[in-house]
C-alpha cells in the first residue's frame, strides 16, 4: 500500500512538470502545427534568467533566494518565457510556414541545440543550486510516505494553467486561436489576424515553459544547461502524445499518467533487481510505440 | 471575341515557352565540353581526388586519425541521405544505428575474436537490425509521428542498450582492436577512405538502379508511387536496410578509430549532428552530404584550433564548445535561405564537374524539382 502510493507521489512530482511542458507542446502544435522541441529550452533559459536576478546577474553565485527576490526573479522568468516563445516565432517559424511539419521539427530541434550550446558556454556545464518554492514537506496520514511541498505547488500551478487555459478556449481570442488552428484561410476572411493569434500561442507556450523550468529546477533543487530538455522534455513529448497532440485535456493527463507509469517502473525494476539500465527511457518508448500503433490520435485526440 | 484573342495570346505564349524550354533540354543534352573543358575539368577533378588521397601524409601527425573520423562522417552522411533525402523518411536518431553497429563490431572483435573484416559485416548486419526496428514502425506511422519515434529510439539505445554490461561493457565500454594490418593511423585512414569510396560507388549505383529511383518515388508521393506497381513495403524496408548497414560499417569503423567503444561516444546530440550536417550538405546530393559531414568531422579541431591560433575578434570567443550553436545557425540558414544546403551553393560547379555546361544544373545536383522534396 504504502509503495503504491509512494510510486504514486513520485509520479506525479515528476509528471506534474511533464504536464506543464505538455501544454506548451500541444498549445503550439494545435495553432501552429509545429511540434516545439525548443519546449523544454523555453523552460532552461527563463530558469537561468531567474537565477541570474537572484544572484545579481553574477553568472556564477550563489543564488539569493529571500521572497521579494525570488518573485522578482518569477516574473523576470516569466517574461522571458513569453519573449523567447514569440522571438522563436518570428524568428525561425514564420519563415517555415510552407515548408512540411518535419522541416519546422528539425527548424525548433536546431534552436534547442543553439540555446543549449549558448548556456554551455555562458554557465558551463556545471551544476548550480536553484531554491524551491516551498521547501521541505509533510507526512501523509497513516503512512511513511513523504510528500514534498514542492509537489503540491506544481500540481496547484497545473492546474491553474489548465483552468486558465480552459477558460480562454472559451473568450474569443481563444474561440480565434481554434479558428487559426483548425483553418488559417476561413479565420483570416472572417477579419481575424492569423500571424497576432500564432504569436499569442508561441507567447503562452514560453509563459508555460517558464513555470515548468521554474518548477522543474525545484524537482532537483539545481539546474543545469539544457536540463529541461534533457530531463523533461521527452517524457512530456510522450506524454502529449499519450494524451492526444491536440487536446490539452490530453496534456495534462498524459503528462501525470507517464509520471506514473516511468516512477512504476523504476520501482519494478528496482524491486525485482532487474538491472535493466535507463528504466524511464524504455518506460517512454515502449509507451509511445503502443499508442502510435494502437490509437494514433491518443486518448483525447480528435484526429490523427 | 477580345477575350478569345487574350486566350489565344495566352496559349501561343505558353506554347513558345514550351517549345523554347524543349530546344533547350534537347540543346543541353548534346552538348559536349570542348577538349579544353574535358582537361580542365579532369585537371580540377583529378587535384582533388589527389588531395583525398594524400590528405592522412599531409595532415600532421596527431590529426591522421581525424581523417578517418572525417571519411566515416562521410560514410554516415551517405547513411543519413538515403533515409532522408531519397527514401524521405526522417531521422533524429542516426546515432543509435552508428551506435549499434560501433558495439556489435566491439563484441565481435573482443568477446568472439573473430577477423576485423567478418567484424565489419556483423556491424553491418546488427546495423542493419537496428534499423530495420525503426523500418518496421516506419510502415505504419510517418511524419511527426516517425520523427518522436525516432528521438525516443536514439534515447532508448544510448541510455539502454548501450548500457547493457554484458554487451557493451558499460561505462567503461568495448575494446574495439585494430587488425595488425592496420594498426598504423596512416594505414587505417586509407582503409577508411577506401571504404567511404566504396559506400560512395554503392551510393551511385543505387540512384541508376531501378531499386533506388523506386525509392525515390517513395519521398515524392507514395500513393502514387504503389499505382506504378511500386511495393512500398519492401523499399522502405530496403531503404533502412541500407541505411542501417552503412551506418553500422561507420559506426565499427569509428569504434577501431580509437580502439574502444563507450556509451557515452554515441549521445542523442550525435544524432542531431547526423542530421545537421546532412541537410547542410543538402539532402537528396551525395557530394553534398559528403562535404557536410566531412565539415562537421573537422569543425571542432578547425575551431580549437582557430582559437588558439588567432588572436582577432571572432576566434577570441569561441572555441570547440560552440560546434552545436554554429552547426545549429548554419541549419537554420540551409532551412529558411537555402533548403538544398552546400549542393545547391555550388551547383554550377557540381554542373561543371560532371561535364556539363557551367550553367547546366539539370540533374546534376540530384535534387527533386524545387529542392523542396528533398527538406528533411
Known sequence: MSTILKVLVIGLQAGAVYSLVALGLALVYKATRTLNFAQGELGTIPAFAGYLVMTGFRTSGEPVADKGRFWIATIVAIAVGALLGVLINTLVIRWLAAASPVTSLVATAAVMLLSTSLAVIVFDPKIRRFPQYVGGGFTFPGTDVIVSWQTIVTLIVLAGAAALLALLFRTPPGVALLATAQEPFAAELQGVSVSAMRTMAWAIAGVLGALGGLLGAGVFASIAPGFMTSTFLIPALVGAVLGGLTSMVGAVSGGLMLGVIVSAANQINRSFELGIPGTPQVAAFVVLLLVLLLRPRGLFGQEA | ?376
Open chain 2, 1 to 376: 471575341m477580345a477575350t478569345e484573342t487574350a486566350v489565344d495570346a495566352v496559349v501561343e505564349e505558353e506554347e513558345r515557352a514550351a517549345e523554347e524550354l524543349a530546344r533547350k533540354t534537347l540543346e543541353a543534352a548534346d552538348w559536349r565540353p570542348s577538349t579544353r573543358g574535358v582537361v580542365a575539368r579532369v585537371a580540377v577533378l583529378g587535384f582533388v581526388l589527389l588531395l583525398i588521397l594524400a590528405s592522412p601524409h599531409l595532415v600532421p601527425a596527431v590529426y591522421t586519425n581525424l581523417v578517418s573520423r572525417a571519411a566515416v562522417y562521410g560514410i554516415v552522411a551517405l547513411s543519413m541521405n538515403v533515409l532522408v533525402g531519397y527514401a524521405g523518411q526522417v531521422s533524429l536518431g542516426h546515432n543509435a544505428f552508428f551506435g549499434v553497429g560501433a558495439f556489435g563490431s566491439a563484441f565481435a572483435l573482443t568477446k568472439m575474436e573473430i577477423p576485423f573484416l567478418a567484424a565489419l559485416v556483423v556491424a553491418a548486419l546488427t546495423g542493419a537490425v537496428g534499423a530495420l526496428v525503426i523500418g518496421a514502425v516506419a510502415l505504419r506511422l510517418r511524419g511527426l509521428y516517425l520523427a518522436i519515434v525516432t528521438v525516443a529510439y536514439a534515447f532508448f539505445a544510448t541510455e539502454t542498450i548501450f548500457n547493457i554490461r554484458s554487451l557493451t561493457g558499460g561505462g567503461a565500454g568495448q575494446p574495439a582492436p585494430r587488425p595488425s594490418f592496420l594498426t598504423s593511423d596512416v594505414r587505417y585512414a586509407y582503409f577508411c577512405i577506401g571504404i567511404l569510396g566504396l559506400a560512395l560507388l554503392f551510393d551511385w549505383r543505387l540512384t541508376a538502379s531501378k531499386g533506388g529511383r523506386a525509392i525515390q518515388a517513395l519521398r515524392d508521393d507514395e500513393r502514387v508511387a504503389a499505382s506504378w506497381g511500386i511495393n512500398v513495403t519492401s523499399f522502405k524496408l530496403l531503404a533502412f536496410l541500407i541505411s542501417g548497414v552503412l551506418a553500422g560499417v561507420a559506426g565499427a569503423l569509428f569504434a577501431s578509430t580509437e580502439g574502444v567503444a563507450t556509451p557515452l561516444d554515441f549521445p542523442f546530440a550525435l544524432g542531431l549532428t547526423f542530421l545537421v550536417m546532412t541537410v547542410v550538405g543538402g539532402a537528396g546530393n551525395r557530394w553534398g552530404v559528403i562535404q557536410g559531414g566531412v565539415l562537421f568531422a573537422l569543425l571542432p579541431t578547425l575551431l580549437e584550433r582557430s582559437h588558439e591560433n588567432f588572436h582577432v575578434f571572432p576566434f577570441t570567443a569561441i572555441d570547440a564548445t560552440a560546434e552545436p550553436a554554429i552547426g545549429a545557425l548554419l541549419l537554420l540558414v540551409t532551412l529558411i535561405f537555402t533548403p538544398g544546403g552546400i549542393a545547391q551553393q555550388q551547383k554550377h560547379l557540381l554542373a561543371w564537374l560532371s561535364f556539363k555546361r557551367w550553367t547546366d544544373t539539370r540533374e546534376s545536383t540530384g535534387m527533386a524539382p524545387g529542392g523542396m522534396g528533398a527538406r528533411p
